[in-house]
């Protein structure tokens, strides 16, 4: 559903399906890098140089310092760094179909296309719904964060809720109120996918871990499930709906790209 992180030194971790003679690391457990894996990881730089490999679960994975390094991969070499892992966790998100998910290729680029386009048609259109549902959720945000008569507020959860309503006006063409039960379940079902993820390190990395932990991994599933049945609910009532003349979202948009 929705992520990026910066660091002081720069880093990326890319997996790779083969693995070489020349490792410069022991195999590691994604428990043995701690509780701040990047820190752990920019450490090893200081022994092993800008580029080496670690075994981690049942990966073998490349780890990228500096910026140097980072750009060579990711800038001169992009398309080579540009694909993700077959985890086995991405299998069943969104039934292994998402674009976000899914190995880089020829699938991935159509993906890509057709979701750029229909940016670009509700971008691109007199009425812009995306300039319209920023700029009225900035306003609701701001008088929520006014509501606090002066007085210390944390404004995460405010923010937090805003984003997700600009998204489902962009995705669904409707801002929700804040109780509205299908935004409420929108936002249980990204609270509860988020918490997961990190969660779920051990059965990505590690293959047969799922065999030990089945009920944890079943409420993964059910997650997942609830939000593909919530989506599905919204692509049948847009098909129901739907008219090429005016376009309303991007549900509609990606509609008329695929006709």
């Known amino acids: 559903m929705y992520t990026t992180a910066v660091y002081r030194f720069i880093m990326a971790v890319c ?5 070489s003679k020349n490792s410069s690391c022991n195999a590691l457990c994604p428990t043995g890098l701690g509780h701040k894996p990047h820190l752990t990881l920019t450490s090893f730089r200081q022994k092993y140089s800008d580029v080496f490999q670690i075994t981690m679960g049942s990966y073998p994975t490349v780890v990228l310092n500096g910026l140097r390094a980072v750009k060579q991969a990711l800038v001169k070499q992009a398309e ?3 694909g993700r892992p077959d985890f086995y966790s991405f299998r069943y998100i969104a039934n292994g179909k998402s674009m976000g998910f899914s190995d880089y ?9 057709i979701a750029q386009n ?4 509700c971008a691109n259109r007199k009425y812009n719904p995306i300039e319209e549902a920023i700029v009225a959720e900035a306003r609701l945000l701001a008088l929520n964060l006014q509501k606090s008569d002066r007085e210390p507020v944390d404004p995460h959860n405010e923010i937090y809720l805003s984003v997700g309503n600009i998204i489902c ?19 249980q079902n990204n609270d509860e996918f988020m918490a997961f993820v990190g969660a779920a390190t051990q059965w990505t990395l590690c293959h047969g871990s799922r065999h030990f932990t089945k009920r944890s991994f079943r409420q993964f599933l059910r997650i997942l499930e609830t939000m593909d049945g919530l989506c599905l609910k919204k692509q049948r009532e847009h098909l129901a709906t739907y008219d090429p003349a005016r376009v309303r979202d991007i549900t509609d948009a990606l509609i008329m790209a695929t006709e």
């Open 80 to 82: 080579d760094f540009a």
């Open 15 to 19: 997996a790779v399906k083969g693995r």
């Open 169 to 187: 006006a962009l995705c669904f063409g409707e801002r929700y109120r804040r109780d509205d039960p299908d935004f409420q379940q929108l936002v």
């Open 105 to 113: 290729g020829a699938k991935w680029k159509l993906q890509r296309k």
């Open 118 to 121: 229909a940016l670009a048609l």
